[in-house]
C-alpha cells in the first residue's frame, strides 16, 4: 500500500465506523517477528524481576513465552542492567527460545545506547528520555521551544543511528503520567499533549530515516488513552504516517478491574480496527497477562478474515466520512430526556440484570443483584454496587421486593399484574405500536440498530415515557449498535437508550466464563460508553452466575468513569524498577481501603510513573527506595521516604486529615 494515497481527513481516525476493518500500519521488523502490515496482532508482555537477576529473568521469560508472548520486554535502568541482556538472550537463545526481547528505558539515554547494540527492540519514554519532570509551569516563546528540541535531538540522534546500524527496532512509547514539564505547559494534561510528545521524536526518527518504529499512548484512564490513540492515528494520516500500534492501558490494576479496565480501553481500539500489538498491564505475575491479552485478541480474527474477504486493497485510502458532530476526541454524554425522574438526563447509567430464572421464592436471591437480605430483621440492606432493574420476564416473585428496586415484565404479563407499583412493562417494537396499555410512567422498548428503518418505528407514540432497550445480533455489534446512536442524532431524538448485550459461554469452566464475559462486555459496552453513549447496561449471559454479571456491569461503570460504585486503585503491573512486592501490598492496601467508595489510590512500584500518574488520583503509595515509600496527595508529595512498615497507616492518617475517611461497615 502506497503510504502518499491515505487521505487526510480530519476528525477520522479508522477506516470505517460501520463494519470492521482493520488500519493498516506499516510493517515493522522485530528481530524475526514482524508487527504491522498484515501480519497478527502480537501478544506481548514485561518482566518484573530484577534484570540483574540473570536465572530468575531467564526462567520468567520462558514462562510468558510458554504463556503465549510473542515479545518479552525487560528494564534496562542503568547500564549494568542493559549490558546483563546480553547474557539474558544468550541463555535464552541456549535453551531454544527465540521470542525478540525489548528493553525498557527512562531517564538513561546511555543505558538505551547499550541495549540497542543487544536486544531487537527498544522502547524510550519521550518524557522523560532527555526531559525531566519537575511539575513546572514554563512559557516557552516559540524560538525557546524550538531550542528545547533541539537539545532532545542532539541528545536523542545517537540512539537512532544505533538502533539503524544494528536492525534496531524502536518503541516511541508515551505515558499519560510522565509527560514532561515542556509537553504540559505548552499543551496541557491533555491528549494532544501525548500524542505531540510522541510526534515530536517520530520527527527526528524520520529526519534521519529511521522508520523502524512502534508506537504507544499509555494512560491508566481508558477514556483518555482511547482518545489519545484515535488523535494519534489522525496525526500520522494528516502527516504521512502509518507506525504500528502498541495497546495497553497502564497500570490497569488486578483481577476483576484490570480485566475490565483493560478491556475498555485495548477492546475499544480493536473494535475499531487499531492496534499491531496488546500488552495488557495486570499487577499479578507477567505470565497471567498474555491469555488476557489473546482472549481480547481472538474475537477479531475471523472478523479481519471476513474485512480481508471483501477486498479491501484500499483500506487506508477508503477512510470514509459520517453525518455524525460526535467528537471522538472528547467526552460528551449523550443529551437525552429524563423519563420517570429516573434514567436518562443528569442520571447515572441504570444496571438491569436477569433474575428470571432465578428462585422466586426466596428474598436472598437479591443479594445476586446487590440487595442484602436479612430474615431476622426482615428487610433489606443496598450494596454499593445495587441494581436497578430486575427482569422478571414472566416469571412472578412471591415476596415483596424493596421499594427502590424497579421489575421489568414482559408485556403479555405486565398487563394482567394488579399492583402495577415499581413494576414496568418490556414491549417488542411491533408490540408497542399497537393498541395496547402502556404504562404512564416507564416504556422499555426492545429495538435493534436496522429497526430505526422501518416502517413500525415511524409509527412510534413518542413521550417522555419511552426508553428503548438497544439489542444488536451483527458480528460487529458494538459497531451496529454505535450506528443505532448516530442515526438518532441524525433525527433529532433524545430517547434514553439502555445497551444490552447477550452472550453465550458454553464450553468453558466457570474462571473462564467470568474472564471472557468481564472482557467481552467490557469491550462491547465499553467502547460506547467511553464516547458517552448509553443511559443504562443489560448484560445477558445464562450460563454466568447473576453476581458476577452484577459486579461485571459495575465494574466496567466504574472503568468508563460513567458511574462510580468502589474504590478505584491505579496499580502498575510490577517490572524490575519495583521497590517492593507489588500485589502483595495493593491487596493489603485494598483490605483496609475498599470500602472508600469513589477515592482513587495509586500504587506504583517506584518513580518512572508515579508523581505523574498521582495527578489522576487522589493519594498515592510510591515505593521511592528500599523499604522506603513516599506518599501523595493529588500530585504533591506529602511524606517522603518513609518506612513501608508503617506507610499504610500514615497514608490513612492522610485520608482521616483530609475528612475523606470512613469507618469500614462492622459486616463488610
Not at 396499555?437 to 413521550?463: C, H, M, Q, W
Request: aromatic fraction near 8%; proline fraction near 4%; glycine fraction near 8%.
Amino acid at each position: 500500500m502506497n503510504i502518499s494515497s491515505i487521505k487526510k481527513l480530519p476528525g477520522r481516525y479508522c477506516n470505517s465506523l460501520t463494519e470492521y476493518s482493520r488500519f493498516v500500519t506499516r510493517e515493522v521488523f522485530i528481530g524475526d517477528v514482524p508487527m504491522g502490515g498484515n501480519n497478527p496482532i502480537r501478544i506481548q508482555s514485561m518482566t518484573t524481576t530484577d534484570t540483574m537477576d540473570t536465572i530468575g529473568t531467564v526462567e520468567q521469560c520462558i514462562r510468558m513465552i510458554e504463556a503465549g508472548c510473542e515479545y518479552v520486554r525487560i528494564t534496562a535502568p542503568s547500564i549494568k542492567e542493559a549490558q546483563n541482556l546480553a547474557e539474558i538472550k544468550k541463555q535464552l537463545r541456549q535453551r531454544g527460545y527465540m521470542a525478540p526481547l525489548v528493553a525498557d528505558i527512562h531517564f538513561t539515554p546511555n543505558a538505551a545506547e547499550v541495549a540497542a547494540r543487544i536486544v531487537e527492540k527498544v522502547r524510550v519514554n519521550p518524557g522523560n528520555y532527555a526531559d525531566k519532570k519537575k511539575f513546572d509551569q514554563i512559557d516557552y516563546t516559540d524560538a525557546e521551544y524550538q531550542g528545547e528540541l533541539d537539545r532532545i535531538n542532539q541528545k536523542f540522534t545517537p540512539l537512532v543511528k544505533i538502533c539503524k546500524e544494528y536492525g534496531t527496532a524502536m518503541r516511541i512509547g508515551t505515558n499519560h503520567g510522565s509527560l514532561s514539564d515542556r509537553i504540559m505547559s505548552r499543551y496541557g494534561d491533555t491528549p494532544q499533549g501525548m500524542v505531540e510528545s510522541a510526534m515530536e521524536f517520530m520527527r527526528m526518527c524520520e529526519a534521519l530515516n529511521y522508520y523502524n518504529l512502534v508506537v504507544s499512548m499509555k494512560s491508566s484512564n481508558p477514556q483518555v488513552m482511547v482518545q489519545a490513540y484515535r488523535l494519534l492515528v489522525e496525526t500520522m494520516v494528516a502527516e504521512g504516517m502509518n507506525y504500528p500500534l502498541h495497546l495497553g492501558v497502564t497500570e490497569a490494576g488486578d483481577g476483576e478491574d484490570g480485566r475490565i479496565k483493560s478491556a475498555v480501553g485495548i477492546g475499544t481500539l480493536l473494535e475499531d480496527g487499531l492496534g499491531d500489538t496488546v500488552r495488557v498491564s495486570l499487577t499479578e505475575e507477567p505470565e497471567a497477562e498474555a491469555p488476557v491479552a489473546i482472549a481480547l485478541v481472538e474475537r477479531y480474527v475471523k472478523r479481519n478474515q471476513e474485512s480481508r474477504a471483501r477486498n479491501q486493497d484500499t483500506a487506508n485510502s477508503e477512510l470514509i466520512t459520517d453525518n455524525s458532530t460526535h467528537n471522538p476526541y472528547e467526552y460528551k454524554k449523550r443529551d437525552t430526556y429524563e423519563a420517570n425522574a429516573f434514567i436518562g438526563g443528569h442520571m447515572v447509567p441504570r444496571v438491569v440484570v436477569d433474575l428470571s430464572s432465578a428462585n422466586l421464592k426466596d428474598p436472598a436471591v437479591l443479594n445476586d443483584a446487590g440487595y442484602l437480605y436479612s430474615p431476622i430483621l426482615d428487610k433489606y440492606n443496598m450494596a454499593d454496587q445495587s441494581v436497578d432493574f430486575v427482569y422478571l420476564a414472566d416469571s412472578l416473585p412471591s415476596f415483596n421486593l424493596p421499594g427502590n428496586l424497579k421489575q421489568l415484565y414482559n408485556y403479555s404479563t405486565w398487563q394482567k399484574l394488579v399492583n402495577k407499583t415499581n413494576c414496568h412493562p418490556l414491549f417488542s417494537l411491533k408490540e408497542y405500536i399497537g393498541d395496547v396499555d402502556r404504562s404512564s410512567t416507564l416504556n422499555l422498548v426492545k429495538i435493534t440498530a436496522a429497526e430505526i428503518e422501518s416502517e413500525e418505528f415511524g409509527l412510534l407514540p413518542l413521550d417522555k415515557s419511552l426508553v428503548f432497550v438497544l439489542e444488536t445480533h451483527a458480528l460487529h455489534g458494538m459497531a451496529d449498535q454505535r450506528s443505532f446512536f448516530f442515526k438518532m442524532e441524525e433525527l433529532g431524538l433524545d430517547i434514553p437508550v439502555i445497551i444490552k448485550r447477550t452472550y453465550s459461554f458454553t464450553n468453558e469452566d466457570a474462571e473462564l466464563k467470568t474472564q471472557n464475559l468481564q472482557l467481552y462486555a467490557g469491550t462491547d459496552l465499553g467502547a460506547l460508553l467511553v464516547d458517552g453513549f448509553g443511559d443504562g447496561i443489560w448484560i445477558d449471559a445464562p450460563e454466568v452466575e447473576p453476581k458476577v454479571i452484577t459486579s461485571t456491569a459495575f465494574g466496567i461503570l466504574q472503568a468508563t468513569r460513567s458511574r462510580i460504585s468502589k474504590t478505584e486503585y491505579i496499580s502498575c503491573p510490577s517490572c524490575g524498577r519495583t521497590l517492593f512486592d507489588l500485589m502483595e501490598t495493593t491487596q493489603f492496601i485494598r483490605s483496609r481501603t475498599s470500602h472508600l467508595k469513589g477515592l482513587k489510590i495509586g500504587i506504583m512500584g517506584c518513580i518512572v510513573n508515579g508523581p505523574g500518574e498521582m495527578a489522576d488520583a487522589d493519594y498515592g503509595y510510591v515505593g521511592s527506595g528500599p523499604g522506603k515509600v513516599t506518599l501523595y496527595r493529588g500530585k504533591e508529595a506529602v511524606k517522603k521516604n518513609i518506612s513501608s512498615t508503617n506507610a499504610l497507616d500514615e497514608l490513612i492518617g492522610i485520608i482521616r486529615e483530609d475528612g475523606n475517611w470512613i469507618e469500614p461497615a462492622l459486616n463488610a
